[in-house]
């Protein structure tokens, strides 16, 4: 079976991507970001049974060397690391150069040295910024209206130049925004969630107008294996967006969210300090997945309002069941 090394394997999409492979009998070499207290984070949680074929390395996707040491036992490579949080973006753009840009670059220059047979690098919806038109498909502008799309953008076409200038076999994998078991409490349906589970009727947010296009975990966990699995080489020197096609405000999500909790919310307060400035709000996103359909056979199954409900009702029980909100800064992002 082949060896497959992700990198961001700590965090929301990377542990339950790594999970699903290991699942499925890959051996998997997971790089979870170095700190000192030897903290691996949703690695740590993962079953006995699960890990045999499971390698943590923990190290910074910064360190070139570092990388292609890795990269040299591997022969897939899957790159998620990043500094995704957008408001954070806007204090910290040199953090983010240097991990989003700098750290795709090691991936890129690693692959490249060690001829991996397959890369896969995560852009990001918000490269597209607000819609200019909809569906949004691979060929849509590119309008960075955060530092954090900023820095995505630039990863995605260094990639794209990899694959023309050196034939780098790398496919550029779009999700739009993703919910499920594991989200950190700062993106906005864990938010949501978790405020109604500490019991307040008075629910806080940023801007509740805008429109996103909402995706399952699982649905896109798939979307990764359709890509690691496809024996197609068409994919290679393509972006690839992962949506669903639909698209529902925040505030739609909150009533979702409100029914599910079977608490009636008073009031939705929009928070000032929750809202982006505004040239940097991006007010709509609505992916066309045309494109995934025909490369590599995607599917979501979490597309209706009714699947969606019951994806969130799913995500709501994880949160109240597992004791997560003390392993959050749960106070930090939730008053
Ligand atoms: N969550 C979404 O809705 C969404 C949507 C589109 C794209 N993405 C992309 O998916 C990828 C994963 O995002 P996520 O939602 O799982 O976020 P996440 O924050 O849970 O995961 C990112 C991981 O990167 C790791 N990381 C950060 N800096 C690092 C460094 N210097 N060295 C090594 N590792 C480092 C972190 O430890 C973290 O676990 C990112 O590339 C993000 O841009 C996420």
Known sequence: MKKIFVTGADGFIGSNLVEKLLRKNYKVIALSYYNSFDDTGWLKYFDKKLVKNL?????????????????????????????????????????????????TYNVLEASKNNKIKKLIITSTSEVYGSAQKLPINEAHPLNAQSPYAATKIAADQLSLSYHKAYDLPVTIIRPFNTFGPRQS?????????????????????????????????????????????????????????????????????????????KKKIILIKNKKERLRPKNS??????????????????????????????????????YKTNQNLPIFKNAHYVE
Not at 57 to 81: C, E, P, T
Not at 294 to 309: A, M, N, Q, T, W
């Open 185 to 261: 409490m700062r993106a906005v349906i864990p938010n949501i969630i978790n405020q109604f589970l500490k019991n307040k009727n008075k629910i806080f947010l940023g801007s509740i107008d805008t429109f996103r296009d909402f995706n399952y975990i699982e649905d896109i966990v798939e979307g990764y294996i359709k890509v690691i699995k496809t024996k197609n080489k068409k994919i290679f020197g393509e972006q690839i967006n992962l949506g669903t096609n639909k698209t529902y405000s925040i505030k739609e999500i909150v009533n979702i969210i409100s029914l599910i909790s």
């Open 281 to 318: 709000e991006v007010t709509k996103l609505l992916a066309s997945n045309k494109k995934a359909r025909k490369l590599i056979g995607y599917s979501p199954k979490i597309v209706s309002k009714k699947s969606l409900s019951s994806a969130l009702k799913k995500t709501f029980d994880w």
């Open 55 to 103: 390698k943590i390395i923990s190290g910074d996707i910064r360190d070139f060397n570092f990388i292609n040491d890795i990269v040299k036992q591997s022969d897939i490579v899957i790159h998620l690391a990043a500094l995704i949080g957008i408001p954070f973006s806007y204090k910290s753009v040199k953090n983010y150069m240097d991990v989003n840009i700098t750290g």
